[in-house]
C-alpha cells in the first residue's frame, strides 16, 4: 500500500452493501454554452460509481462546478454532469436541487436499483467553502457510508470533503484518489534515477514549495514557461517584458546557487519564441541566445531549448512535468509545450503529469495515453508532493497509537 495512504480504508474494505453511501466526486469539468467540453473528470469517477452500484449501495454522490456565487447561478449546475453520467453508466440519475435538504430522505426510501441521486453543485450552498457543520449534519442525517473521491478537492477543508467525513464512522477513498495517491508516492519515495522535475507555468511562486521538496529527491530540473524568466533576469539576462516576479529574484538566486551546490542539474531556457505582446501573434521571432529585446516578451521556449529538454528526457527513470513552457493556449505559441508533451511520453520512465493546465496540454498534444498518470488535481498534487497534508484525507485517516 502507498504509504500516503496509511490508515486510510479504501472503498473496498468499506461495508457498503445495501447501504446509503454519500460519494464525494470532483465532477468540476469545463463547460462551453451548457456542453461538456472535457469529460476526464467523470470518466475518472466511473470505477467507484460502478463498484457501488454493483455492490447495491444506494448512492447520493455530489461534486463542485467551478465558483458560484448563489444557487442562481445556474450556468454551474450539474445538470450536464448528470445527463452525461446517466448515459455513461446505463443508469437514471436523479438530480437534487438543494443539497442538505428534505428531498433525499424521501428519494432513498423508493430509489430503486439503477437509479443514482446527483445532489446539485455543493457550492451553491455557502456554508460549503466555510468548512460549516451545520451543513454538514444537514448532509450527514440519510448516509451510512462516506466516500471521497474528489482527488482535485481533497485539499479543500470544505463542507462535503472535511466537516461531513468527520460525522461519519464509516468512511474511506474511492479509486480515483488510491491511484493518484500510489503514483504520486512514487515521486517521492525512493523514485529511479535519473529523475526530472520538469516545471512550467506562469509563476514560481506556486512552485516554490515544491521545488524545495524535490531538491533532494531529483537529478534535476528543467524549467520552462513564464517562470524560467525570473531564474533568467536573476541570472542577469535580458528579459524585455517577459512576465517576471521581481520579488522572487533573490529567492531563484539561492535557489540556483543550492541546486549547483548539491550538483544537480538545471536547464533553463537557451532561446525564445518572444513576441511584442501577449495577443501578438505576427510581430515574432526566435532569439539567437537567452536574451531579448527591450520591447520583447518570451512566450514560448525556443527550438534549440526545446532539443536541449528532450535530448535530457531521453534517458529518464522518473519524470514529473508541472506547468506549460509558453502560453499554450494561443496555437502559435504552443510549439514547445506541446513538444515536451511528446518528449515526456517518449521517456522510457515513470512519467507522471501533474493536472490543470499540463493535463489540458497532455491532452491536446495528443500524448495523454503515453502519460503513466495525468492527475485529475492541480492544486492537490502539488500539495501532496510539497508534503501537505490533505484536509480530505487526513480526516479518513484512523489514528495509529504509539
Ligand atoms: P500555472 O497555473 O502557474 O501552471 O500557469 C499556467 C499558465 O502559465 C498558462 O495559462 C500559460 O499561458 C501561462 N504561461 C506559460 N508561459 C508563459 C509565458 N511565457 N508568458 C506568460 N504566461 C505564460
Known sequence: MASGLRGIKTVKDLVVKDKVVFLRLDLNVPLKDGRITDETRITASLPTIQYLMDQGSKIVMTSHLGRPKTAEDKKYSLEPVGKRLSELLKAEVILVEEPGG???????????????????????????????????QRLAKDIDVYVNDA????????????????????????????????????LIENPKSPYFAVLGGAKIS????????????????????????????????????????????KYANEMMGRIEARRKTLLLPVD?????????????????????????????????????????????????????????????????????????????????VGGGDSAAAAEDSGYASKMTHISTGGGASLEYLQGEKLPGLEVLRTKIRS
Open 151 to 186: 482527488f482535485g478537492a481533497s485539499h479543500r477543508a470544505h463542507s462535503s470533503i472535511h466537516a461531513l467525513p468527520e460525522l461519519i464512522k464509516e468512511k474511506g477513498v474511492g479509486f480515483l484518489i488510491e491511484k493518484e495517491i500510489q503514483m504520486l508516492d512514487q
Open 102 to 136: 428534505d428531498a433525499v430522505k424521501q428519494l432513498l426510501m423508493g430509489l430503486r436499483k439503477g437509479q443514482l441521486i446527483l445532489l446539485e453543485n455543493v457550492r451553491f450552498v455557502p456554508g460549503e467553502t466555510k468548512n460549516s457543520v451545520e451543513f454538514a
Open 272 to 352: 525564445h519564441l518572444v513576441s511584442q505582446g501577449i495577443a501578438d501573434t505576427t510581430n515574432t521571432r526566435v532569439t539567437t541566445d537567452a536574451n531579448m529585446k527591450a520591447n520583447e516578451l518570451g512566450v514560448d521556449i525556443g527550438p534549440r531549448t526545446i532539443e536541449n529538454f528532450a535530448t535530457a528526457l531521453k534517458s529518464a527513470a522518473t519524470v514529473f512535468w508541472n506547468g506549460p513552457m509558453g502560453i499554450f493556449e494561443t496555437a502559435e505559441f504552443s510549439k514547445g509545450t506541446f513538444a515536451m508533451a511528446k518528449a515526456v511520453a517518449d521517456c522510457p520512465g515513470l512519467k507522471i
Open 206 to 249: 506556486d512552485k516554490i514549495a515544491v521545488i524545495e521538496k524535490l531538491i533532494d529527491i531529483v537529478d534535476g530540473f528543467i524549467i520552462g514557461g513564464a517562470m524560467a524568466y525570473t531564474f533568467l533576469k536573476a541570472q542577469g539576462r535580458e528579459v524585455g517584458k517577459s512576465l517576471v516576479e521581481e520579488d522572487k529574484l
